[in-house]
């Protein structure tokens, strides 16, 4: 019988090749529709709305995955940064999808933003599990953030802020609602950001050690992307 970690690693390889493969795509989509349309912004979300409420929807497994054990992933915080994603992509790009919002410069910003921060890390993540550590990549994912994020969290917020007007007609209670949720990046986006900040010299300087000091065939896997080993 197969080693259930074995087979719980090759399911997460697939996963996060599969996942990089898929945000590439969009992220393609996205550049070749903006250059092919003259930079609509409604061209964009007409050709991507469908297949990234798909690609959004599938990343709930990474809180599953977390919940199960797979991988050694904050739950509160993977469950926060997925249902934030979700509920932009099903109250501004779904349910609310005015031409103030699918017009908007944030929709392809925000995909840009989502889509290279996904490649890079599903990337990082298949790397780890198959005992290769890159430096380069390593950099990346804890550099890029410094524009991506703001990038990412400030189109969100703009979208949100862009279909305030209509919910107003709509729905009251619904109204305060999606204010409450436009608050929360106040407080919420500094925190993360400096929490990211503080990782990334971490991370840096022991990935740089380890890349300069250690055989690529026997580097050790990302905690945060390797199976919990489990004995029988």
Same mark, same amino acid.
């Given at each position: 019988?197969?080693?259930?970690?074995?087979?719980?690693?090759?399911?997460l390889l697939a996963y996060n090749v599969? $996942?990089?493969?898929?945000?590439?795509?969009?992220?393609?989509?996205?550049? &070749?529709?903006?250059?092919?349309?003259? %930079?609509?912004?409604?061209?964009?979300? @007409?050709?991507?709305?469908?297949?990234?409420?798909?690609?959004?929807?599938?990343?709930?497994? @990474?809180?599953?995955?977390?919940?199960? %054990? *797979?991988?050694?992933?904050?739950?509160?915080?993977?469950?926060?940064?997925?249902? $934030?994603?979700?509920?932009?992509?099903?109250?501004?790009?779904?349910?609310?999808?005015?031409?103030?919002?699918?017009?908007?410069?944030?929709?392809?910003?925000?995909?840009?933003?989502?889509?290279?921060?996904?490649?890079?890390? =599903? %990337?990082? =993540?298949?790397?780890?599990l198959l005992g290769m550590q890159s430096?380069?990549?390593?950099?990346?994912?804890?550099?890029? *953030? *410094?524009?991506?994020?703001?990038?990412?969290?400030? $189109?969100?917020?703009?979208?949100?802020?862009?279909?305030?007007?209509?919910?107003?007609l709509y729905s009251s209670p619904l =109204?305060?609602? &999606?204010? &409450?949720?436009?608050?929360?990046?106040?407080?919420? *986006?500094?925190?993360?950001?400096?929490?990211?900040?503080?990782?990334?010299?971490?991370?840096?300087?022991?990935?740089?050690?380890?890349?300069? $000091?250690?055989?690529?065939?026997?580097?050790?896997?990302?905690?945060?992307?390797?199976?919990?080993?489990?004995?029988?």
């Amino acid at each position: 019988m197969a080693n259930p970690s074995r087979l719980i690693q090759v399911y997460l390889l697939a996963y996060n090749v599969v $996942s990089a493969t898929s945000w590439a795509w969009l992220l393609w989509v996205t550049l &070749f529709t903006l250059a092919t349309s003259g %930079g609509s912004h409604q061209a964009v979300y @007409d050709a991507v709305v469908g297949p990234l409420t798909v690609i959004q929807f599938a990343m709930l497994l @990474d809180v599953v995955h977390a919940v199960l %054990g *797979f991988v050694r992933t904050p739950i509160v915080t993977s469950a926060i940064q997925v249902a $934030s994603r979700v509920l932009i992509v099903i109250l501004t790009l779904q349910w609310f999808n005015v031409p103030a919002v699918t017009q908007s410069t944030a929709v392809s910003t925000m995909l840009v933003a989502w889509s290279v921060t996904e490649v890079i890390r =599903y %990337g990082y =993540y298949a790397c780890s599990l198959l005992g290769m550590q890159s430096y380069l990549l390593t950099w990346a994912r804890y550099t890029f *953030f *410094f524009i991506l994020y703001p990038l990412g969290a400030g $189109s969100e917020a703009t979208l949100l802020y862009k279909t305030l007007p209509t919910v107003k007609l709509y729905s009251s209670p619904l =109204y305060l609602t &999606f204010w &409450f949720l436009l608050m929360l990046y106040l407080p919420l *986006f500094p925190q993360m950001y400096l929490h990211m900040v503080g990782q990334r010299k971490k991370v840096l300087q022991r990935s740089k050690v380890t890349s300069a $000091s250690t055989p690529t065939s026997r580097r050790p896997r990302a905690a945060s992307s390797t199976p919990i080993k489990k004995k029988i």
